[in-house]
Structures are given as structure tokens and as C-alpha cells.
T-cell receptor, first 113, second 114 residues
Framework: DAKTTQPPSMDCAEGRAANLPCNHSTISGNEYVYWYRQIHSQGPQYIIHGLKNNETNEMASLIITEDRKSSTLILPHATLRDTAVYYCIVSPPSMDSSYKLIFGSGTRLLVRP | EPEVTQTPSHQVTQMGQEVILRCVPISNHLYFYWYRQILGQKVEFLVSFYNNEISEKSEIFDDQFSVERPDGSNFTLKIRSTKLEDSAMYFC????????????FGPGTRLTVL
């Protein structure tokens, strides 16, 4: 089962920031938090990941709380093309692991015109 | 920018037939995966492959499934005798190394079993 909890749906206005929360209260010290999204039935698209520090790339920012039990994905200026299902995934760290991704139900983000 | 490719984009087959889904991972990647997504459901892990062998497989990945990296570039998923419930999108993914690296997904193959 997924080790994360996300709201099933959210919406935001085009041009505004979209803030998608994720709870991962059982995360262990060397597990990364990954964010992917899926538009319709396309292949999941990587957005960003982080371990402890906040991260930013050209797509989004990732804010991880100090205790690492939750995080927020921020799309700074959402567009209609950002309408998708967003998945927050904690990836196991062990050398014995295959580093598989366990997808939950994600958050369906609707960006309104 | 390098990307994972999959062929065919859509495969229609009769129940009981064998199908082979093909993937070309990104060239310097070392870990390879197959996932599937039944319509309206979650993306599910099927199998991971590293160093020319399966490193982990899910309960879904039974004896009807097999994977192969026949020539150092292609990565294939074979379903020996398809069932109606195998109808799904199948996604291939690859990553350069395990910990701390993102997986890159292909566009998927839609398998329809009639």
C-alpha cells in the first residue's frame, strides 16, 4: 500500500499557485519524496523529488516539513495543461529494494480558466 | 532529450494469445520496470529488472508473464496466454540508478484482450 495520504481532488484558477499537500508520517530517514503526475492515460511524468531540503526546478517547488512527515508541491503559476492526477510517492531506500514506485490514488487537480 | 519509447501504442489480441510489449529504455539506464494501469484504477508495479535479472516482482506477475532484455537496448514484457483481465495500459520505466533517481516512463501500450 502507498505510504502517503493526499486529498482526492483540488482545483485552482489558471495563473494562480497550486499547492498540493501530502502526508507521509511513517517516512524513514533515507526515503525520498517523489512527485509525479499523469495526464489522462499518458505515462506518469516526473516532477520533482527531495530528501530533506526544499527543492525547486523549472516545473515546481517541493516544500518538506522539518520533521519530514508532510510535504507540499507548489505549481507557481498553474495553466490548463497542469490539469492532471498528481502522485506523492515515498521511495524505499534499501540496497535490496528494486526502488519500485507504489502509486496511490493521487490528487486530481483541475485548473479552471 | 532522451526518452523511453514503447511499441506498439495499441495492441488488440484474442484471449489465450501471446503478446509481446516492447520498450526501449534510455540508453545509460540500469534499472528497468513494467507497470500496468487498468482503466480507472491505480498504476501498479509489475516487475523490476537489474543486471539482466528480475530484482523484484509483484503478485500480479505470475507464470504467464516474463521479461527479457534480449539485445542490450530493448526490454520486453511477454504475456504467454492473455486473459480478459490483462486489458490495461502497460508502462515501461527506466532509471540510471536506484536510490535518489527519478524513473522515466514511456507513453504506454494499451492492451485490449477480446
Amino acid at each position: 500500500d502507498a505510504k502517503t495520504t493526499q486529498p482526492p481532488s483540488m482545483d485552482c484558477a489558471e495563473g494562480r499557485a497550486a499547492n498540493l499537500p501530502c502526508n507521509h508520517s511513517t517516512i524513514s530517514g533515507n526515503e525520498y519524496v517523489y512527485w509525479y503526475r499523469q495526464i489522462h492515460s499518458q505515462g506518469p511524468q516526473y516532477i520533482i523529488h527531495g530528501l530533506k531540503n526544499n527543492e525547486t526546478n523549472e516545473m515546481a517547488s517541493l516544500i518538506i516539513t522539518e520533521d519530514r512527515k508532510s510535504s507540499t508541491l507548489i505549481l507557481p503559476h498553474a495553466t490548463l495543461r497542469d490539469t492532471a492526477v498528481y502522485y506523492c510517492i515515498v521511495s524505499p531506500p534499501s540496497m535490496d529494494s528494486s526502488y519500485k514506485l507504489i502509486f496511490g490514488s493521487g490528487t486530481r487537480l483541475l485548473v479552471r480558466p | 532529450e532522451p526518452e523511453v519509447t514503447q511499441t506498439p501504442s495499441h495492441q488488440v489480441t484474442q484471449m489465450g494469445q501471446e503478446v509481446i510489449l516492447r520498450c526501449v529504455p534510455i540508453s545509460n539506464h540500469l534499472y528497468f520496470y513494467w507497470y500496468r494501469q487498468i482503466l480507472g484504477q491505480k498504476v501498479e508495479f509489475l516487475v523490476s529488472f537489474y543486471n539482466n535479472e528480475i530484482s523484484e516482482k509483484s503478485e500480479i506477475f505470475d507464470d504467464q508473464f516474463s521479461v527479457e532484455r534480449p539485445d542490450g537496448s530493448n526490454f520486453t514484457l511477454k504475456i504467454r496466454s492473455t486473459k480478459l483481465e490483462d486489458s490495461a495500459m502497460y508502462f515501461c520505466a527506466s532509471t540510471p540508478s536506484g536510490w535518489g533517481n527519478e524513473q522515466f516512463f514511456g507513453p504506454g501500450t494499451r492492451l485490449t484482450v477480446l
